[in-house]
């Protein structure tokens, strides 16, 4: 398996401007979490997701911020309209929760917004 | 409010010694912690799980412990290399599946 798919590696893009993060899971994992990491916050839960479905969101910052997940090997994250303090880098991690092995990351999307 | 705490000080450490890191947490009460690596650029890279009614595990030249009374977790890395130098993160459960982070402990090793 190629692991957890990220894209874009990188986004630099304007304030006010759409973005969107893209993420594909290990095959057969039944969890798919979106965090993001920063220097001053570390590494944030953002919302997770069990068998497609979005279990909580509480940690999306604002409405700004949504993601979905239609299929088992495809989610999203979008940030609409983007803002200088969304600048981070943002992980995709999927899991399977009968081997408990812990959270398999990708390489990560770093967001610049000017 | 929930806390997760480690030393934000890098440690530096002389190739072949133990490295000690320390993950302590307040207002938790996990089922589990577990710990990861992360090099710069990359995502962190799961290292080991412990669950709340084991002590010690031990993987390779690894070693991380769990106190739940302490409420803290030690992790070692015996026969330190610099190849090990990087930033290691602890997680614990939070309610459902999902893991809260510490801000992680850089690790220097030095020939």
Request: aromatic letters at 12%; one cysteine or more.
């Amino acid at each position: 398996d190629a692991g957890v798919i990220q894209s874009p590696r990188h986004e630099v893009t304007e304030m006010g401007q759409e973005v969107t993060l893209r993420c594909k899971p290990i095959s057969g994992h039944d969890y798919l979490f979106w965090y993001r990491q920063t220097m001053m916050r570390g590494l944030e839960l953002l919302i997770y997701f069990n068998n497609n479905v979005p279990i909580d969101d509480s940690g999306m910052p604002e409405d700004r911020f949504s993601a979905k997940m239609p299929n088992a090997s495809f989610s999203t994250l979008k940030i609409q309209p983007s803002e200088p303090r969304d600048s981070a880098v943002y992980f995709c991690a999927s899991s399977l929760y009968r081997d408990n092995y812990g959270y398999t990351f990708g390489s990560g999307t770093r967001l610049t917004v000017v | 409010s929930q806390k997760i705490e480690q030393n934000s000080e890098a440690l530096n450490i002389q190739e072949g010694k133990t490295a000690t890191l320390t993950c302590n947490y307040t207002n938790y009460s996990p089922a589990y912690l577990q710990w990861y690596r992360q090099d710069p650029g990359r995502g962190p890279v799961f290292l080991l799980l412990i669950r709340e009614n084991e002590k010690e595990k031990r993987k390779e030249r690894l070693k991380v412990t769990f106190d739940t009374t302490l409420k803290q977790s030690l992790f070692h890395i015996t026969a330190s290399q610099p190849a090990d130098s990087a930033t290691y993160l602890c997680a614990l459960d939070i309610s459902g599946y999902a893991l809260n982070f510490g801000k992680g402990t850089s690790l220097l090793v030095t020939p």
